[in-house]
């Protein structure tokens, strides 16, 4: 989930690279209607988005509705990964080396 579709285009081959589907979103809300119409298996979000939800609400929200779905969150800013870590949540400091990403989204995946 991430607003900037730079961004997006970037993190897809990384993310193929390691066996993985990506299914993209461009705010909480579009990754919301994914998370009820497709099989999702982890979610990896930004935190700062415009709207009314950020990642971290979102990530929050997809915590009570589907307990145990991996949840890996993104931040380039101090206050939210200290806020994001502080509830329970993985986060990864922007910009994050596509090795670091995928071997924190196979931990995810395996402790789920």
Do not use: H, N
């Not at 900037?4 to 990384?14: E, M």
């Amino acid at each position: 989930v991430e607003e900037q579709s730079a961004v997006r285009t970037l993190a897809r081959p990384t993310l193929e690279s390691g066996g993985y589907t990506v299914l993209p979103a461009s705010d909480p809300i579009d990754a919301l209607q994914l998370a009820e119409t497709a099989r999702v298996d982890l979610v990896l979000s930004d935190i700062r988005m415009p709207g009314q939800m950020t990642g971290l609400g979102l990530a929050r929200w997809l915590q009570t509705a589907r307990p145990g779905l991996p949840i890996v969150l993104m931040t380039g800013y101090s206050d939210e990964l200290q806020q994001a870590t502080s509830s329970g949540f993985e986060v990864l400091r922007k910009p994050c080396p596509p090795e670091k990403l995928i071997r924190t989204i196979v931990a995810q995946s395996r402790s789920r």
